[in-house]
């Protein structure tokens, strides 16, 4: 066999792989770790999504497998060192999701600037524009671009930061983002959108001295990975009132949970995984996997190499 194909994807691209290769479709085996293994023992390319984990265990139980391919979700799950060590090439998509995820930022700056409201001048609680703030972009990614652009539209003003850019990167220029220091885009954002590719290293960047020092007003949408914030902090700002509220489209286990700092805040909206997710986007992205893997298996083979007790590769 040479694609397993476990993540539901539309069926032209499903019909397509199966023409050019010996697919076979198995979602069942999505939570049946000992049958998926006994199936991959032949697969040379594997479509999986978020809920399988991609280890070494696995890897191990798939001696012939060249590609690992993913539609949809990130790769939070997805073993990347382990599967270069393994010879196994990791396909996703970067872009297919950008559109998606850059109106879904737009629709919840939206929504909250407007729903949560502030006390005006005369006494009134009045929700904001978009065209008269500024929105602050934390990390830069095929969404950011796309973001910054629709942006200026409504006449917002476009600021942005990302921890592995110099400010005098030509990129801010070419985007159009204005860029600033993190402590300038937490204190200047009206509404701030974290965008940030996540790394272990990013842990907890947003913690108490930087939003204790959030624009007043400010509301916060996060399509990253939500362990960029210190959970304890997070709380602490929306219980007082210094962050307006949060729109995230995914957050940690538990961190939900009874007895958790975030639990039971009504200023916190939290939806599982939509902002990338649309009938174009998922269209965009199996095409895109698919081809790939397509390409991957029309080229030679690796060899891969096996380690006797001594730790010494045999080919």
């Given at each position: 066999m040479s694609v397993l194909i476990l993540e539901p994807l539309e069926t032209e691209v499903v019909q397509w792989l199966a023409e050019r290769h010996d697919a076979r479709f198995a979602p069942e085996l999505v939570g049946d770790l000992d049958a998926l293994?006994?199936?991959l023992q032949d697969a040379r390319a594997l479509i999986a999504p978020p809920e399988v984990r991609v280890d070494a265990e696995?890897?191990?139980?798939?001696p012939t497998l060249r590609a690992i391919g993913r539609a949809s979700g990130g790769a939070e799950n997805i073993d990347i060192e382990a599967c270069r060590k393994a010879g196994v090439d990791v396909v996703r998509s970067q872009t297919a999701t950008a559109n998606a995820e850059a109106e879904f930022a737009i629709g919840s700056l939206l929504s909250l600037l407007r729903r949560v409201p502030v006390e005006g001048s005369?006494?009134?609680?009045?929700?904001?524009e978009l065209g008269c703030a500024t929105v602050g972009i934390l990390g830069l990614s095929a969404t950011s671009r796309i973001l910054a652009q629709l942006l200026p539209a409504f006449g917002t003003r476009v600021i942005g930061y990302d921890p592995a850019l110099h400010p005098s990167d030509a990129i801010w220029e070419r985007w159009g983002i204005e860029p600033v220091g993190l402590a300038e885009l937490?204190?200047?954002?009206?509404?701030?959108?974290?965008?940030?590719?996540?790394?272990?290293?990013?842990?907890?960047?947003?913690?108490?001295?930087?939003?204790?020092?959030?624009?007043?007003?400010?509301?916060?949408v996060c399509l990253s990975h939500s362990g960029v914030f210190d959970e304890g902090a997070l709380a602490r700002a929306l219980q007082t009132g210094r962050l307006r509220a949060a729109?995230?489209?995914?957050?940690?286990p538990g961190?939900?949970?009874?007895?958790?700092?975030?639990?039971?805040?009504?200023?916190?909206?939290?939806t599982p995984r939509l902002a990338g997710t649309t009938r174009e986007s998922r269209a965009r992205a199996a095409w895109a996997v698919a081809r790939r893997?397509?390409?991957?298996?029309?080229?030679?083979?690796?060899?891969?190499?096996r380690f006797d007790a001594r730790g010494v590769a045999r080919y």
């Open positions: 293994l006994e199936a696995l890897l191990l139980g798939a005369d006494g009134l609680m009045v929700g904001r937490i204190e200047q954002s009206d509404g701030l959108v974290l965008l940030l590719p996540f790394f272990e290293r990013y842990r907890g960047l947003l913690a108490d001295r930087q939003l204790d020092a959030v624009r007043p007003g400010q509301v916060l729109w995230f489209d995914s957050l940690e961190w939900l949970e009874p007895g958790r700092p975030l639990h039971g805040l009504a200023t916190l909206q939290v893997i397509d390409e991957l298996l029309g080229a030679p083979p690796l060899v891969k190499p």
